[in-house]
């Protein structure tokens, strides 16, 4: 089942903070959304859908980076192992079924050996860039993107 035939988002996502040795955090900036800089997060697309799918999945729709099993960047997605529940923002609520207020999110990172260019979706992402990964966390409009990225020395590959 596509999205596009699917009533309601899941309530249930992930965060991939990706990253480079030294530390440098790659945001993209939502299209809905001009001032709102973040990690490329989404939802999955079936509830059974395993999350390191849906990581994968997200990370090559908004970078074009393939990180999926096979792909010579899988070892480096590492599910962190941590979740943050937190509030669905008024302005996307309708995304969700009546009643739904609240979202599960699933950290991931992706290290990747250097600074790449991603290709972005320009339905969902106008414009990228590298920050060194405390500049990153102050850019993020979502708190609970910029914790994720503050922990990032504690998941160094």
């Known amino acids: 089942m596509t999205t596009s ?3 309601w988002k899941i309530p249930e996502s992930v965060l991939v903070v990706i990253h480079t040795p030294a530390l440098d955090v790659l945001l993209i900036r939502r299209a809905d959304a001009d001032d709102f800089w973040q990690s ?3 939802s999955k697309d079936v509830a059974d859908e395993p999350l390191a799918l849906t990581a994968a999945r997200e990370v090559a729709e908004e970078t074009g980076f393939a990180c999926g099993e096979g792909s010579p960047l899988a070892p480096r997605l590492r599910d962190w192992q941590l979740q943050n529940i ?4 008024p302005r996307w609520r309708a995304r969700y079924a009546p009643g739904v207020t609240h979202n599960t999110e699933h950290l991931f990172g992706l290290c990747l050996p250097e600074r790449i260019d991603p290709v972005l979706n320009p339905r969902e992402h106008t414009a990228w860039q590298w920050l060194p990964y405390r500049d990153a966390a102050d850019a993020c409009f979502s708190p609970s993107n910029a914790e994720a990225i503050l922990l990032l020395p504690q ?3």
């Open 40 to 42: 490329v997060t989404g």
């Open 86 to 89: 937190y509030e669905i923002y």
């Open 5 to 7: 035939t699917r009533p």
């Open 155 to 157: 998941f160094r590959a």
